[in-house]
């Protein structure tokens, strides 16, 4: 096909324009109304293309909108439903304002300022209940009738939050009513759930003071659980405590019973009768918290320590968890406390120290407070610090002797600091004068201190300090005084089975030594102490072999004790292994870092590995320390010898 016959073919204008005349004006009209026709369709695309782009933008607006009001529609479910929720919470007490006498209201003693003095003083005797049991809530019913209106309803939404707590909830409402009785005479009877719950009456002159007692009765009615604690923190009438938890024993609701079991345990004769009723209440609540908590305290006193042990474990547990019936403050402190005991089992003493030094920190409850000062004073001394268990007891106010005199009567005897001191010093003498003087003290009195009516034995503190007495005696040289200490400690306890197999090897008796330590050792699997003092008792005996064996082994138990880790660098001393015995006193030291005698012999080890210079700076660390005499003394002498060497 020739290029003629291609045009020929051609049904475009343009082209049959150009090709039958180039530059004519046809041709350029026709070209340019072409153009225009191009530019106008560019326009429409351009104009199109903004469209759809606002059109994008228009459904993407569209999408963010009907999105935020889903998510708006979801928050207001989520409040509704969370209102609702905390309706169905409620449980405490609503005070109504009360019925007075036209007489009493036009002295300004209308209904709501009865009611609202007696809830005043029944929030004073709250305040000054310290349980470990959470207080209930009260509120008054009048407060809520003003605040912010709901559109449209002309009601607020105190009345809403009131009508739904009413409808959904377990509030208490108490109602009452003041009456005149004549002869000058008054009368305040209340209803707690529309039931008869109190009545007072005395002389109008005296309207205050029968306040008081409409408060304290509606406190007994509404809380007889810590209306009982207040009786015992008060002076109260312990046969009126033991009558209102025997009522709450048979109560239908399973907290209340459950609560006064515990109370009821606190008060047992023995502690196998306070472990049996903890027992009980366990199966009726296996995570009962109280019972949980107190445990084991009584699986230590009965000499059971690889069981108290386990149970602290799960008693820390607890208390971190808390239960909506326990009081936090409480939960958070004997958690700490519980956690402190396990470490103070594994023998990690500095953590003890720091522990209960963050109690006395960290809780503000007095009851809980009192006596955490002296706990952690003991702490500070066991790691050999005096300076900081004097100031421990210092910051709390307990040098002076009154105010420690007032805790004592509250709470029981303490160690004195001079004890601490004794403690710190490694000063075996005076320890044992110490606590002998304590038990001749407590011999002959019946009871300590309690929360309750019933107090804990007399006898029975005497038997917590009985191994620690006997361990001081033993270590003067005086083991068959340590065995009659010793001797009313049950055959298996424990820490009496340890003392035991402590005064044999003193005693000459090796094999019978040996036997008890095992045996101890044995029923301890988790904890160090058995194998801790069968070292010091091999090494008496002259085994340092043996002693070094046991020393590791208590370390392998207790990582973190510093007591076995010096026994272990003075079973490397006894066989002249100095390299090894000076990094052993070196890691006693990092754990006890103010433990005077430690520094003494970790000052002996670095000399006989011609570590001169640092022997000379680690006695004059010495120098600082609390020392007994006889250490003060003796590091004199190394003073001496290491300036003429």
């Known amino acids: 096909m020739t290029g003629n016959d291609q045009d020929a073919d051609s049904i475009d204008g343009l082209e049959m324009a150009l090709a039958s005349g180039h530059g004519s004006a046809e041709a350029r009209a026709l070209i340019e109304k072409q153009s225009r026709l191009i530019d106008a369709q560019e326009t429409l695309a351009r104009a199109d293309l903004r469209h759809r782009g606002w059109q994008i933008i228009g459904e993407r607006v569209s999408s963010v909108i009907k999105g935020l009001t889903a998510l708006v529609g979801i928050l207001i479910l989520l409040g509704i439903g969370s209102f609702l929720w905390s309706a169905s919470r409620a449980s405490g007490m609503v005070v109504d304002a009360f019925s007075v006498p036209p007489a009493f209201a036009q002295q300004g003693l209308n209904g709501t300022v009865v009611a609202g003095q007696i809830l005043d003083k029944v929030g004073a005797i709250e305040a000054a209940t310290e349980s470990a049991r959470s207080p209930s809530s009260y509120e008054n019913s009048w407060s809520d009738t003003q605040g912010v209106v709901v559109p449209y309803t002309g009601v607020s939404l105190g009345e809403l939050r009131r009508d739904a707590r009413a409808w959904l909830g377990s509030e208490t409402h108490l109602k009452g009513e003041v009456v005149q009785l004549g002869g000058g005479r008054v009368a305040i009877a209340f209803r707690a759930g529309g039931k008869a719950a109190g009545r007072v009456e005395g002389k109008d002159s005296e309207f205050d003071a029968l306040l008081q007692q409409a408060a304290l009765a509606v406190f007994k009615a509404t809380q007889p659980y810590r209306y009982v604690v207040w009786l015992g923190r008060n002076g109260g009438n312990p046969a009126e405590a033991n009558q209102v938890l025997t009522a709450l024993s048979r109560s239908p609701d399973q907290r209340e019973r459950l609560w006064a079991m515990h109370a009821l345990a606190l008060n047992a004769g023995t502690d196998a009768e306070t472990k049996a009723i903890y027992q009980r209440a366990l199966r009726l609540r296996p995570d009962f918290l109280p019972a949980i908590g107190n445990m084991p305290i009584y699986a230590l006193s009965a000499g059971q320590e690889e069981e108290a042990f386990k149970l602290r474990g799960r008693a820390a547990v607890a208390y971190r968890a808390g239960q909506p019936d326990y009081n936090p403050v409480h939960a958070a402190t004997y958690a700490l406390q519980s956690e402190g005991d396990l470490a103070e089992m594994k023998g990690d003493l500095q953590s003890v120290a720091r522990m209960r030094a963050e109690a006395v920190d960290q809780v503000a409850a007095a009851n809980i407070v009192a006596i955490r000062p002296f706990s952690a004073a003991v702490a500070h001394s066991a790691i050999h610090d005096f300076a900081a268990a004097k100031a421990t007891l210092a910051a709390a106010g307990y040098l002076d002797p009154a105010r420690r005199a007032d805790v004592e009567t509250k709470y029981g005897k303490q160690l004195s600091l001079k004890t601490l001191y004794a403690v710190a010093t490694d000063d075996f003498v005076a320890q044992a004068a110490e606590l002998q003087t304590m038990v001749a003290s407590l011999q002959g009195a019946t009871a300590l201190t309690s929360a309750f ?109 510093a007591a076995a880790h010096r026994i272990l660098g003075e079973a490397l001393s006894a066989q002249r292994k100095w390299p090894e015995a000076e990094r052993a006193y070196a890691t006693a030291a990092r754990l006890a870092p103010q433990w005077g005698s430690l520094h003494l012999r970790w000052a002996s080890a670095l000399w006989r590995l011609g570590k001169r210079d640092e022997a000379r700076a680690t006695l004059r660390a010495a120098a600082a320390m609390a020392l007994n005499d006889a250490h003060r003394t003796h590091l004199r002498g190394m003073l001496m010898a290491a300036t003429k060497a």
């Open 453 to 561: 009516a019933s107090q804990e034995s007399a006898e029975e503190f005497i038997n917590s300090l009985r191994p620690a007495l006997a361990t001081a005696l033993i270590r003067t040289g005086r083991w068959r005084q340590a065995a009659a200490v010793i001797a009313p400690m049950p055959a298996n306890h424990d820490a009496a089975i340890r003392v035991r197999g402590l005064i044999a090897a003193h005693a000459g008796r090796g094999a019978e030594s040996d036997a008890l330590f095992a045996r101890a050792s044995a029923r301890t699997p988790s904890l160090p102490a058995a194998n801790l003092l069968w070292a010091e008792a091999l090494l008496h005996r002259g085994d340092s072999g043996s002693a070094e064996q046991q020393a590791r082994e208590a370390i392998r138990r207790g990582p973190k004790s």
